[in-house]
């Protein structure tokens, strides 16, 4: 009763699917988009079970949508919710970080100081991890350390790859209260000043869609992520050649045969069940009968996806 199951590697979900069924709490986490896309899915049509079997009981035998239990304990949760922890699109090392922020941004180093990188002029400079976007409790890190040194006046320059959306109001929030150690941000993807640090060329794809009879047919005719290029680093035409294969490059296919434009319902998932596994890049699945949007999302190995829709 109570207990809580850890699954670092979800793939398709079995582990939390067994655990909701039997009333655990859990916490499940992956890398793969599509991965993370086919669990919540699946968990959602479990959940739905359960809710619809739970409102058969009297209502002091329903548990509170937000708590669970172990079982025998009152029953799972009723509801869950996804986190994005990490941004894994471009992991660098902490060390070359600083580096090619140093380089970049024209900062001195302070070896000595423990918690600070170096300066910038008069500023303290902190260089946040490049393996994850700058996030307030980073800032919350670095607002204690101020606390720790009562007699520090300099302002902070933060500098960052990228920044999470809660980031920019806590900023406000701190330096208006602050006579004193005002923090700035710099984040490197996208500060024109400093070159746009990393220059992303989305993934593109060539799909086709049609209707077949009572049939909606799907085929990927091509995929390139320039991203996944520019990491081995080969140019276009020279990674054709070495890797013909474009679904060497994608990691899960999803699609939706009746997409509104806002909520994704994976009518099909194609992730394949093995490292060496390729998707298949060909689909058919039923037709709804009248005129409907289809949805493919493409999720390639670096969990950046491409969506294509058509009117079918």
């Known amino acids: 009763m109570g207990d809580l199951v850890l699954d670092c590697f979800v793939g398709c979900g079995t582990t939390a699917a067994a655990a909701q069924k039997l009333g655990r709490r859990w916490i499940a986490a992956d890398i793969n988009k599509g991965a993370i896309q086919t669990t919540s899915r699946r968990l959602q049509t479990i959940i739905q079970e359960q809710i619809a079997a739970q409102t058969q009981l009297p209502l002091p035998e329903l548990p509170s949508p937000d708590v669970g239990g172990g079982a025998g304990g009152g029953g799972a949760a009723l509801s869950f919710s996804l986190y994005r922890i990490n941004d894994y699109d471009l992991q660098v090392q902490h060390n070359e970080a600083v ?39 980073d800032l919350q890190l670095l607002q204690d350390e101020l606390k720790a040194r009562p007699d520090e006046e300099r302002d902070i320059v933060v500098v960052c790859l990228g920044k999470e959306t809660a980031v920019d109001p806590w900023l406000e929030e701190y330096n208006k209260r602050r006579p004193v150690n005002k923090i700035e941000v710099i984040e490197l993807r996208t500060d024109q000043k400093y070159g ?22 799907v085929d990927i005719e091509d995929f390139i992520s320039p991203t996944i290029v520019e990491r081995l680093e080969m140019d276009t035409p020279l990674f054709k050649v070495q890797i013909p294969d474009w679904r060497a490059m994608v990691d899960v296919v999803l699609i939706d045969t009746a997409y509104d434009g806002d909520v994704f319902n994976i009518a099909l998932s194609d992730v394949p069940e093995r490292k060496n596994d ?22 390639d190995m670096l969990g950046e996806e491409v969506l294509v829709t058509a009117e079918v």
């Open 99 to 137: 580096n090619l922020s140093v380089e970049l941004v024209g900062i001195e180093r302070t070896k000595t100081d423990p918690f600070f990188d170096g300066t910038l002029g008069r500023r303290l400079v902190k260089i946040v991890p490049f393996n994850h976007p700058l996030t307030p409790l």
């Open 196 to 217: 746009k640090f990393f220059v992303h060329q989305p993934a593109q794809a060539q799909v086709h869609i049609e209707r077949q009879d009572t049939n909606i047919v």
């Open 278 to 299: 390729l998707v298949s890049g060909h689909y058919q699945l039923p037709a709804p009968d009248a005129s409907t949007t289809v949805a493919v999302k493409i999720i």
